[in-house]
């Protein structure tokens, strides 16, 4: 299991497809995760890049990394610091950012303060702000312990839950999906992360006004960046995409059909925008 340590002495999980037997040595990909979830967020698109070096990066408290012991590292400025410690631990110069959710807003953060360790970035469904309906979503389910008793009652109830928003999906996939999100304990399913951070969250929001993250889209912005929206995300909505393309006119724009919060990024929209821009800038 590969681990690194980060700036204040935590230990870290990563996966480098280096590792692997007969694996070869591309362009690298930094593939950073959603705000729950895990390395293993980025399975269902990593059989598409054979050609490329895939590192997923589990951040502090998430997956098999170390819970920290101030929950106040749970934020984007330090799971950004956490990220750059993972590349020097590789020797990494520079890399292209694959960021869900939570790791799109870290890659922004990189860009303004380490632009030069950047060959680009693709955000797959978040832009400098979140839609109010999704970030009253996120609230609802983070730090929640799941009510499913096993895999297969997840899958059924995440069948009905999911439907108006990933039209087609099948249960298999989503039971798969619930195999990387939870964990299953003797008493039902787990988080696979610390459940203090939702408290982190909350202290964070109460901190004050949320920061304007334009600015941080506008360094962003000066690179390659490639967006993958779901169609149907209460995240990043058709206006807040189309102030982003207005800022960044350079900026690719990809909308998944039949999608909510988060794609699984190998609907064939996304992978098109992701091969493309890779083809192009990594």
């Known amino acids: 299991m590969a681990r690194f340590t980060a700036p204040d002495g935590l230990n870290l999980h990563y996966i480098d497809s280096l590792d692997a037997p007969g694996a070869h ?43 920290a012991h101030d929950i106040t590292t749970y934020s984007v400025a330090q799971e950004a610091e956490d990220a750059i410690a993972l590349m020097d631990h590789l020797g990494l110069e520079r890399a292209t950012i694959l960021g869900t959710s939570r790791g799109g807003l870290i890659a922004m953060l990189l860009a303004a303060t380490h632009p030069q360790r950047l060959n680009g970035a693709i955000l797959n469904d978040i832009g400098p702000e979140i839609a109010p309906g999704g970030l009253e979503r996120i609230f609802e389910y983070v730090g929640q312990r799941p009510t499913f008793a096993n895999y297969d009652a997840a899958a059924d109830a995440l069948v009905a839950l999911m439907a108006p928003r990933f039209a087609g999906v099948t249960r298999d996939r989503w039971r798969i999906h619930a195999e990387l999100i939870w964990n299953q304990a003797s008493d039902g399913l787990d988080l696979r992360y610390d459940p203090r951070l939702r408290d982190a969250l909350l202290g964070q929001a109460g901190a004050g006004p949320a920061p304007d993250l334009w600015a941080l ?32 006119p350079d900026m690719r724009a990809v909308t998944v059909p039949d999608r909510g919060h988060v794609p699984f990024l190998d609907e064939r929209a996304a992978l098109e925008g992701i091969l493309s821009h890779l083809k192009d800038f990594a």
């Open 25 to 67: 040595d591309g362009p690298a990909i930094l593939c950073l995760a959603g705000l729950t979830r895990n390395s293993e967020d980025f399975r269902f698109v990593l059989p598409f890049l054979p050609e490329y070096r895939v590192i997923r990066m589990d951040y502090r408290g998430r997956g098999q990394s170390d819970w």
């Open 217 to 248: 889209w506008d360094a962003l912005a000066q690179l390659p960046v490639t967006v993958l929206q779901g169609a149907n995300s209460d995240l990043l909505n058709a206006e807040i995409l189309a102030r982003m393309q207005a800022r960044a």
